[in-house]
């Protein structure tokens, strides 16, 4: 099934915009939990609650040589109607990209990956030719140095607005989006408003302390998918043994909360 299909379908069935982000990282896990059993009981004690989850393959990395085992048995744990994005920020020259392509689809499984455009499109095309996949491209990130590079204007027009007008033209097999982080509410608005049909992904809330109630108002006006990517505020819910509970409970009223900004 096509990756966006299956990414509405997941956000219908279980009424969720939300995706969590799984950034495991070993000293904050309760002692005793593996990596893979910890990321398993999340997604065991939420699945009904989301529309995706993103593993970032950062995390996994950091484990040294058995963090790709771990990632493949993580994404493997996730039920096959929710869609997994890979959070990889990949680019690179052509072969190169094939090569992060194959890993990121054909070898770990996901549905979906992220990108970075500052090489171009040939650096990220061969990402677009798998059309059952999703492609979301960094267009205006969350962090603190976004501006430095994101917000330098040609022509009038901030680059990020570039990136995402290009991602537009680049969409021709209908599986591209763009990552627009919520601690910039006005370009958020500002993306959707030129971009009312590209799904975003926004991460930024919670520990970033973006405001939910805006990334979900911006981000879905004029009725396009905003999937809300949360990480740390749902798996670090709690410290303790109990930490799938609390971490279904806050993704539980993340979801709620997410509900009733779309109703409003
Ligand atoms: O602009 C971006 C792009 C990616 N991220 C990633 O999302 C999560 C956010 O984690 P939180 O704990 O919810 O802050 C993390 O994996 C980032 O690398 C982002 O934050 N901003």
């Known amino acids: 099934m096509n990756c966006l299909t299956k990414l509405n379908g997941a956000a219908r069935h279980n009424r969720s915009c939300l995706c969590i982000g799984l950034d495991p990282e070993p000293e904050k896990l309760p002692a ?23 593993p970032n393959i950062a995390f996994f990395e950091a484990l040294g040589s058995s963090g790709w085992s771990v990632l493949k048995d993580v994404i493997e744990a996730v039920p096959r109607n929710i869609p997994v994005i890979l959070d990889a920020k990949r680019g690179d020259i052509g072969n190169t990209a094939r090569a992060y392509a194959r890993a990121a689809f054909d070898e770990l499984g996901a549905d979906a990956v992220t990108v970075n455009p500052y090489l171009g499109r040939d650096s990220i095309e061969p990402f677009f030719e798998y059309r059952d996949k999703a492609v979301f491209v960094l267009c ?16 009038g027009k901030p680059l990020y607005q570039i990136v995402a007008d290009k991602v ?45 109630e805006l990334a979900v108002k911006y981000g879905s006006s004029g009725g396009g998918l905003a999937v809300i990517s949360v990480s740390r505020q749902v798996i670090y819910a709690s410290s ?16 709620d909360e997410i509900n009733q900004y779309l109703a409003a």
């Open 240 to 255: 303790g043994t109990d930490y799938s509970q609390a971490a279904r409970a806050a993704a539980l009223l993340l979801r």
């Open 32 to 54: 005793g939990a593996s990596v893979t059993d910890f990321c398993r009981e999340i997604i065991g004690a939420t699945y009904d609650l989301v529309c995706a989850y993103k």
């Open 168 to 212: 537009e033209t680049w969409n021709r097999y209908g599986n591209l989006g763009l990552v627009a982080g919520a601690t910039q509410p006005s370009e958020l608005k500002a993306i959707r408003d030129a971009h009312p049909t590209l799904p975003l992904l926004i991460p930024g809330v919670g520990a970033q302390g973006g405001s939910l």
């Open 140 to 155: 205006r990130t969350s962090n603190p140095g976004a501006a430095d590079f994101q917000s330098i204007e040609s022509n």
